[in-house]
């Protein structure tokens, strides 16, 4: 799915700001916890209510403190952790994948609100979840779908290609989307995507840079290139053509 965000959209995902704290708050081990807790205390309701009239309200009460106090810790635990986690979004941003500076962070949520943002995912959904763990691409940045709090200048990405002919290790072939930049890194790997969704934004990222390789088998100035097998070669012959000096 891709599509351009509204600025009302765009406004609910820059939480406190930035929608790159607020896509990094989409996961966590404090959000485990929570769910954990709220799930048993769910159970302690549901047993309670079926166990009524043969324990009596003592001892449902005793049943049910058993487990809803536990819980409530896990809750308290959980968002202690959440907050804690979530607080460093900052760092997590600039450590990631190419190392982007704080003031480049601050300037790709300054580019997510401007005309020409472009938000992307393998999913067709569009609850709060699901627009956490989007991609987007501004005039100089790229995320791509997920959770890694990883973002990619525009300019240093080599490839970004869906293909059929992913070779597994069993002999066979495989779907596969995947992206890399010009360090050699893999920058985004996903196996067996949903085919028209990859296509897409495959097409939309080279619509916004031209000089990223958009397919897995290519042929430049009678050489066939091979963007999986040959990435090194790949990396070497874009530094050649479109990164001299």
């Not at 472009?118 to 501004?138: C, Y």
Request: proline content about 3%; overall charge positive.
């Amino acid at each position: 799915m891709v599509f351009i965000p509204d600025n009302k959209l765009k406004q609910k995902m820059s939480k406190n700001g930035s929608v790159l704290q607020y896509m990094y708050s989409v996961s966590g081990a404090g959000k485990g916890l929570i769910a954990m807790g709220v799930m048993l205390i769910v159970i302690a309701a549901m047993l309670s209510a079926a166990l009524f009239q043969t324990t009596g309200a003592a001892g449902v009460m005793k049943m049910a403190a058993a487990i809803i106090i536990p819980s409530v810790l896990l809750i308290v635990w959980g968002v202690f952790l959440q907050k804690k986690k979530e607080s460093g979004w900052m760092k997590a941003y600039t450590q990631a994948g190419p190392g982007l500076s704080e003031q480049e962070v601050h300037q790709i949520d300054q580019e997510f609100q401007r005309e020409g943002t472009v938000l992307f995912s393998l999913d067709n959904g569009k609850d709060a979840n699901s627009l956490k763990k989007m991609g987007f691409i501004t005039a100089n940045y790229l995320k791509f779908p997920g959770t890694n709090p990883c973002v990619f200048r525009l300019e240093d990405m080599v490839a970004c290609f869906y293909t059929r002919k992913k070779l597994c290790d069993d002999g066979g072939y495989d779907r596969a989307l995947i992206a890399y930049a010009v360090d050699g890194e893999w920058g985004y790997y996903v196996n067996s995507p949903p085919e028209k969704a990859s296509i897409e934004i495959v097409k939309t990222i080279g619509e916004h840079n031209s000089k990223i390789i958009t397919e897995h088998f290519f042929t430049y100035e009678g050489k066939e290139y091979d963007a999986i097998k040959g990435a090194d070669e790949v990396i070497a012959l874009h530094k050649q053509v479109f990164r001299k000096g």
